[in-house]
């Protein structure tokens, strides 16, 4: 079973620190990644894809990959209260589908 | 510019009784189309995908149904609905990057 691994939360940080949201993934045949915003009975809105090892920073956003370690992160920096949300990570599968993990949950307390 | 269109908003519905959800993308041809669903705290569980017309996978088995009968047209449907079909349903499309996500359906069965 190809499966992507977050921590549920509640991850919880002051308004203006930086938010490190982690995710693992199984497969080691995936070649793409993607963060997920989901605000509270919202569907989810893609921030950032990745499908190189690194970083790729998108304004306040950063995305990490670590292929040997099929490992990705997702760094929000002067994280704002407007931040507070789900964050789903997704990888792609050898037929192109995505797999999402389970979210975690963040607050940016003001 | 491509769109995706996802009605109706929210449903209630009796135990046993039909359901169609339908969903529509705009500004494309031939999508790879998408069925979620998203139950309470819960991650993102694909149910059905489609790579053309009258063309279905099914990822789990479950008591519903999809359907493709246009080009950029996905419904989901099931004869009888069971408590358990409840959950926040979501259509999606693959662009070159990443999925899109229609606004979703919250459906209750009660």
């Known amino acids: 079973q190809k499966e992507v691994e977050q921590n549920s939360g509640p991850l919880s940080v002051p308004e203006g620190a930086i938010a490190s949201l982690n995710c693992t993934y199984s497969?080691?045949?995936?070649?793409?990644f993607f963060w997920y915003r989901q605000y509270s009975g919202k569907s989810p809105e893609l921030i950032m894809s990745?499908?190189?090892?690194g970083d790729k920073e998108d304004g306040r956003f950063t995305a990490q990959l670590n292929k040997a370690s099929q490992y990705v992160s997702l760094l929000i920096r002067d994280s704002q209260p407007s931040d507070s949300a789900t964050y789903l990570c997704?990888?792609?599968?050898?037929?192109?589908?995505?797999?999402f993990g389970q979210g975690t949950t963040l607050q940016v307390k003001p | 510019s491509q769109t995706i269109h996802q009605w109706p908003a929210t449903l209630v519905q009796p135990v046993g009784s039909p359901l169609s959800l339908e969903c529509t993308v705009e500004g494309t041809s031939n999508p790879n189309l998408y069925w979620y669903r998203q139950a309470a705290g819960r991650g993102l569980q694909l149910l059905f995908y489609s790579v053309g017309i009258g063309q279905i996978s099914s990822e789990v088995p479950q008591n519903l149904s999809a359907s493709r009968p246009q080009d950029r047209q996905f419904i989901l449907s099931s004869k009888k609905l069971l408590l358990s079909d409840s959950g926040f349903y979501l259509c999606?499309?693959?662009?070159?990057?990443?999925?899109?996500f229609g606004s979703g359906t919250r459906l209750t069965v009660v």
């Open positions: 990745i499908y190189s090892n």
């Open positions: 497969d080691r045949g995936s070649q793409s």
């Open positions: 997704a990888a792609s599968s050898n037929t192109g589908k995505l797999i």
């Open positions: 999606a499309w693959s662009p070159l990057d990443g999925y899109t």
